[in-house]
């Protein structure tokens, strides 16, 4: 099974990326991009799975959810801002419009029902994690501390600034050995430039992925918009070039009763962890907001 999707592999009819878990060759995460057209509506049906639909580089974006309508406020681009965004509850009808610019439907496979929710983006919990040139901003838009009205899936975003390592140290959670929490993972990349609100076609990084076992151990060149699902094993870090800032959107699910996003770190660079408390964050991060870019001396 193919691990790494570079840029337009997944397209499908209307849809940019069309990742479910037959294509996954897994169980639970799913994600569809969609990029909007002015007199065009997006429809699906979410018949096994409930769903966030996120705005990635579209404003003033008309949802309509079994019948209930809302209005997304958007973002102009993943390194604009921090966008609101609605849960789409499990067997919901959802039609999406707008006049251009690019959405996410992250999925995962569900049992349990729970009403549609409306998220505003000054309610999206933003945090700084890592410390030095490890440092990176997180979005927790649909974790398990940030939303509670969900049955598996977690969804959140991280912007690594040009020159910084994100997953980092490399961590999993694939249920082996002493790693209990079970959670298959999307990678959504995008690569961007300093002074630009989304991606760039010309943008490069790094990930890299290793299996217990160690039948995989790979890590590609990574361009704006390509895919890499993770079944299994660690993954970090994601490198970004000192020209190019990285975004990616993470889906991810699992088996368990209970929402988690716990993962067991490689123990032979646990210790990273630590090193951290002696070095200060990287002064460019929070890089956004609800409120758009933070001002920077």
Not at 39 to 64: F, H, K, N, Q
Not at 275 to 280: K, P
Request: net charge negative; with cysteine.
């Amino acid at each position: 099974m193919t691990w790494f999707h570079p840029a337009g592999t997944l397209a499908d009819g209307r849809a940019d990326v069309v990742v479910t878990p037959a294509v996954a060759g897994w169980d639970y995460s799913g994600l569809l991009v969609y990029t909007l057209r002015a007199g065009e509506a997006v429809s699906l049906t979410l018949a096994e799975d409930e769903g966030v639909l996120l705005p990635l580089s579209a404003r003033d974006i008309d949802v309509t959810v079994d019948g209930q309508a809302f209005r997304l406020a958007g973002r102009d681009g993943v390194f604009d801002a921090v966008s609101d965004w609605i849960y789409l509850p499990l067997g919901s009808d959802v039609t999406i419009a707008g006049s251009a610019g690019e959405v996410a439907v992250c999925t995962a496979r569900a049992t349990q029902v729970f009403p549609v929710a409306h998220m505003a983006a000054a309610d999206v919990p933003v945090e700084v994690r890592g410390a030095g040139r490890s440092t990176r901003q997180v979005t927790n838009v649909a974790t398990p501390g940030s939303f509670t009205g969900a049955d598996r899936i977690n969804v959140c975003e991280v912007i690594t600034p040009g020159g910084n390592w994100s997953s980092w140290p490399p961590h999993r959670h694939d249920g082996i050995g002493e790693c209990t929490v079970t959670n298959e993972e999307i990678y959504y990349f995008r690569i961007g430039r300093e002074d630009q609100k989304h991606g760039d076609p010309v943008g490069q990084g790094l990930f890299h992925v290793y299996t217990v076992d160690g039948s995989v151990d790979e890590t590609v060149t990574l361009h704006d918009g390509d895919v890499y699902v993770v079944p299994q094993g660690y993954h970090g870090p994601t490198v970004a070039p000192p020209e190019y800032p990285m975004y990616f959107l993470n889906v991810l699910a699992g088996p368990g009763e209970e929402r988690s996003m716990s993962f067991c770190d490689d123990p032979d660079h646990h210790w990273i962890r630590e090193a951290w408390e002696t070095q200060a964050p990287d002064p460019r991060l929070p890089w956004s907001s609800a409120a758009g870019r933070t001002e920077r001396a």
